[in-house]
């Protein structure tokens, strides 16, 4: 709480002339993207609390992770977001897309603030080579205006084009009629010229879109991991990058920090 009210004084201090400065209130979120292969790294080791020591080091306010065990056999039966969330201090939800060497596998979200609640959507279409769903928390920010947001994370097929054309019209169709700001991220196995993301570019912007005159990094050349912001809704990005760490997953995390 400390932090957000610390960052509204700042960037109201700095932000005069912004068409959002002259609201009083505005809370920042430090927003993360990571698909953590389990916590398998690139050297084939299961090492979670490697994995926690990346998303440590960025102090996020909210993590959306794909490719969580929980209780499978290959990370040790462990409980992949219990773990973590007690590792980094945080809250923790977590949404089933298959079952998995006699445990579960999906989606996490983590949070710094209170998750008041959540659901787990599995995607269409019903057949397909890899069930595939997206995970949905309802978050209370704690700053002066009591702000409640949707944070969803979502991992789409990589087998098959029309499914991944199916699962975000989906994706659409569920976040556009919410009432709470709506922030969406994933790994969507599709570049950015690909037609999944230019639909959603309709409604929801990229954060990592070097037009908005921000701080980006150089992206690998497949860039297929997303935070998006949905377009209606006030946010502002402040800076956004890709983090350059190649050993611990075969994914590096996507950050952004996020005004609102």
Known sequence: MFRVISYVLCFCAITTGYAWAEHEFKTVLRVMCYNIQHGRGMDNVVHLERTANV???????????????RDVR????????KLLAEQLGM??????????????????????????????????????QERRGILIAKIGIPDADGKIIRFACTHLSVASQTERLTQGNRINDLLS????????????????????????????KDTADPAFGKNVTPERPAR??????RKKDLFE????????????SDHMPIFSIVLF
């Open 55 to 69: 998303i440590k080091e960025w102090k996020p306010d909210l993590v959306a992770l794909q490719e969580v065990d």
């Open 74 to 81: 290959r990370s040790g039966k462990a409980d992949q977001p």
């Open 91 to 128: 809250y923790s939800v977590f949404g089933k897309t298959i079952r998995f060497q006699g445990g579960d596998y999906g989606l996490a979200i983590l949070s710094r603030f209170p998750i008041l609640e959540h659901q787990m959507v599995l995607l269409p279409p019903r057949v397909q």
């Open 177 to 204: 009629q919410e009432n709470e700001p709506v922030i969406l991220a994933g790994d969507f196995n599709a570049k950015p010229t690909n037609n999944v993301i230019v639909r959603l570019l309709s409604n929801w």
């Open 224 to 229: 297929i991991d997303y935070i998006f912001l």
């Open 237 to 248: 990005v402040l800076e956004s990058r890709t983090i350059n760490n190649t050993i611990a």
